[in-house]
């Protein structure tokens, strides 16, 4: 059976959108519900009506603004259906609890998009350090035997380059 591809077929950029939200998605909800499974149940929501309305979203706007619009309101539907099962917030303090997630969402892109630009100005040398310590399984010890160096100079290093990183940050951020 063929798959009906017609108007109702999700454009790849959306898709890539939406799954590049997923970790922010999970956290959003997550900051508004306590249960793992309400969470996952929730964000299985999100995920289907951002799905099912993924031609009203216009393509180089905010996606996370939208998708945290729905994903705010799928909460609280959630929570109205729960009604006094359990103990669930008031409505107006979710809606004020998801208004401070979005907004620090919107600060945290903001200084990574900072964070980012200060990082492409490093020495190669420096990037490549740096990116040799967040690995999978890095230590200072495995990053210093394949450097032939000592622990201390490479600890020495990242300390240094990530208060180079914390200037730039914050002196950009002030410039803005």
Request: glycine share 4%; with cysteine; aromatic share 6%.
């Amino acid at each position: 059976m063929q798959a009906d591809t017609k108007d109702n077929s999700v454009p790849d950029a959306f898709v890539r959108e939406l799954t590049r939200s997923q970790n922010r998605l999970y956290g959003f909800v997550r900051c508004l519900l306590f249960d793992p499974k309400d969470i996952d149940d929730v964000l299985q929501d999100v995920n289907v009506v951002l799905l099912r309305k993924h031609d009203e979203f216009e393509m180089g706007t905010n996606f996370w603004a939208w998708a945290s619009t729905i994903a705010r309101f799928q909460v609280l539907t959630h929570c109205k259906r729960l009604g006094r099962d359990r103990l669930v917030f008031d409505d107006s303090l979710l809606e004020l609890i998801a208004l401070d997630v979005q907004q620090m969402d919107s600060e945290i892109d903001d200084r990574m998009e900072v964070l980012q630009g200060c990082m492409e100005k490093l020495p190669t040398p420096q990037r490549q350090l740096l990116s040799m310590r967040y690995e999978p399984d890095s230590s200072l010890k495995l990053i210093a035997e394949s450097l032939d160096r000592t622990v201390g100079s490479v600890r020495q290093a990242l300390f240094r380059i990530r208060e180079s990183l914390l200037g730039c940050v914050q002196q950009k951020l002030k410039a803005s």
